[in-house]
């Protein structure tokens, strides 16, 4: 089970690799594998950027179907719809509610649960030939892990209906145009730019980026006051000697 998904941490950045061919399919063993790792790297202090990647040419092809088949069978098919989506919108759950900033590095297809992982991080980035879509309905289901939330949060419902209700599948540039994703270059250029961005995110003060999170998940609920926020959190923040020193060194011109 370890061999299908790596980890490594160095300056600040812990990248996680999925390697279980053929397409990155995600089942049981891959969740169980995710969940561990992600259990692991709570109990750490050496980063603050989440980096997920691919080991194989496709980012992830999303849900594994053989494994999703067996559920037919169950004569509870809300008990079945559960335990098909409820892992998925676990997961990527987690991965929303990390203080740290997830990225996702996407070099190749990123198709149903697969582009759900991706809408799970913070920032995506992909390769201009990517392929990016949730073609879910087409088997006559729809994107469960997520899929038509994030989607429609992130790039507003007319993208998501394309997507979602045509099946429509996009190229890395396209989704960049639609909003799906924040940045797409050349697939050559892929690694290089990924890690300068990652680099840069581990440069910038965590908990500076996780009050950001917290702030920018409130402009989506109405019961929170946002504003309110962040005041509160600039309140703390302007508390830290990081923050003090940052300004002062800024206002020395000594930090641009």
Sequence with gaps: MADIIGLSVADRIATVTLNRPPVNAFNADLFEAFNALLDGLE???DWSVLHIRSALKVFSAGADLAEISTQFANADKMAAAAKITQPFQALFQRIADLPQVSLAEIGGAA????????????????AEEAKLGLPEVG??????????????????PAVAARIILAADTVDGATARELGMLQWAVPRQELEAETKTIAARLAGLPPLALAAAKVCIRLARDPERNGFAAETEWTGRLMATEETQRRVGDFLAGTRR
């Design 43 to 45: 109990l750490r202090t």
């Design 111 to 126: 198709m149903g649960g697969g582009y759900e992982l991706a809408l799970g991080c913070d920032l995506r980035i992909a």
């Design 139 to 156: 088997l006559g289901l729809l994107p469960g892990g997520g899929g038509t939330q994030r989607l429609t949060a992130i790039a507003g």
